[in-house]
């Protein structure tokens, strides 16, 4: 894991608190996992008009929620919904996240010209629901929405420092996170929140909120690493997350209450990925993305101390892929080029059962067809997305 500046970039427990055993290894496709992928493109839910999208969130329905993009003399979004075959632009706005329910987290543009967002909430069919500025607020967005429809916002001030608060029918419950910045942060159907703390050094510490209490309880690495981060929340108030040396040894796992318990260590001569991001559903899949350097692939983690490459259960997948997203069922949406970071590629990996989800042949890495959204160095300006970071970086 290397440090990353600026980014806010997405299950009942696992079968066992197992102790971490490096004998265990990593699994392969040869029938060791019972994991089976099926590739689905989405380069072709770009409607007419638009010059690109943004995916973003992944429904239980395999619904795919979308920003799109119509560029001018700006680039100007709208929010938008893929389901079988179909892209339906829903209105303007950013898309940041979306619920099972179809409610969809985001913002309205108020001011093309210098991008300033406003808290939204879309439901295809109704109306707009603008969450009102708070005191001081320059601009602010919808970062999560749970199944029990709790939005939690984003909201910054002209001098671009964030606060988080929950929302649902009207009322607002400011999150007290402390005066450092926080960065990964998600909540649960209960409105627990979970995520990342910055603190000065090689201090950074992971968290659990309860806005109840309103106390922060810092979720700290074990006494051999010198930071944590929490990445994830699930329904009973785990948190995912690395206790991590910074571009050395990772030990991915869970905070239960206060104990971490490791699932799987990397940044080892054996393992010796270096990863960014881990995604996770209810029923407990990890998967491991964002990695580094020479590493192209994005991972999944069924069980404890084993790790599966996607690649090795797929049909076909890009070279390079980053996971976006993953849904109850354990579909995964992504995205994913010929290179490192070269975005050319999006798609829907669909879990499948059986025999006859095992590919007849080896992965076959594809190759680049319909770029759908902008590689790093084409990113239009004024473009603060949910993706945007991948122009960034």
Excluded at 88 to 107: E, L
Excluded at 128 to 152: K, M, N, Q
Excluded at 261 to 277: D, H, L, M
């Amino acid at each position: 894991m290397r440090k990353l500046s600026g980014l806010a970039i997405f299950a009942v427990g696992f079968v066992a608190w197992h102790a971490f055993d490096l004998g265990r290894g990593e699994a392969r496709a040869d029938g060791s996992s019972a994991l089976r992928y099926h590739y689905v493109s989405l380069d072709e839910a770009l409607p007419p008009g638009f010059l690109f999208f943004d995916p973003i969130a992944l429904t239980n329905d395999d619904r795919v929620y979308l920003t799109v993009w119509a560029c001018d003399v700006n680039c100007v979004p709208s929010v938008a919904v893929y389901k079988n075959g179909k892209t339906s632009v829903i209105h303007p706005g950013v898309t940041y996240a979306a619920n099972n329910g179809g409610t969809i987290g985001g913002s309205v543009i108020t001011d093309i010209d210098n991008f300033i967002e406003q808290a939204a909430l879309f439901t295809q069919g109704r109306p707009v629901e603008v969450i009102p500025r708070l005191s001081g607020e320059s601009t602010s967005h919808v970062a999560r929405i749970s199944d029990s429809g709790i939005a939690l916002v984003q909201s910054d001030s002209a001098t671009s420092i964030s606060t988080f608060y929950l929302y649902k029918h009207g009322t607002v419950t400011p999150l007290n996170l402390g005066t450092n910045p926080a960065g990964f942060v998600s909540l649960n159907n209960r409105g627990l929140v979970a995520g990342r703390i910055d603190e000065p050094g090689p201090n950074d510490r992971a968290f659990r909120y309860d806005p109840r209490s309103g106390v922060v309880n810092l979720l700290n690495p074990l006494p051999s690493e010198p930071e944590s981060w929490g990445q994830a929340i699930n329904s009973r108030g785990d948190v995912l997350g690395y206790s991590f040396k910074v571009g050395a040894l990772e030990r991915i796992g869970v905070w239960r209450d206060k104990t971490f318990k490791t699932y799987f260590v990397e940044g080892t001569p054996a393992f010796p990925t270096v990863s960014n991001q881990l995604l996770w559903n209810e029923p407990g899949l990890i998967v491991i993305t964002r990695t580094s350097l020479p590493d192209l692939n994005s991972y999944v983690v069924p069980k404890p101390d084993v790790r599966v490459k996607l690649a090795d259960i797929t049909d076909t997948l890009p070279i390079w892929t980053a996971m976006l997203d993953i849904n109850d069922h354990g579909d995964i949406l992504g995205l994913g080029g010929s290179s490192y970071f070269n975005i050319e590629h999006t798609f829907l990996l669909k879990r499948v059962d059986g025999d006859a989800a095992a590919p007849k042949t080896a992965p076959q890495s594809l190759s680049a067809s319909h770029v759908v959204m902008p590689q790093r160095r084409q990113c239009p300006q004024k473009i603060p997305s949910p993706l945007s970071k991948w122009c960034r970086e």
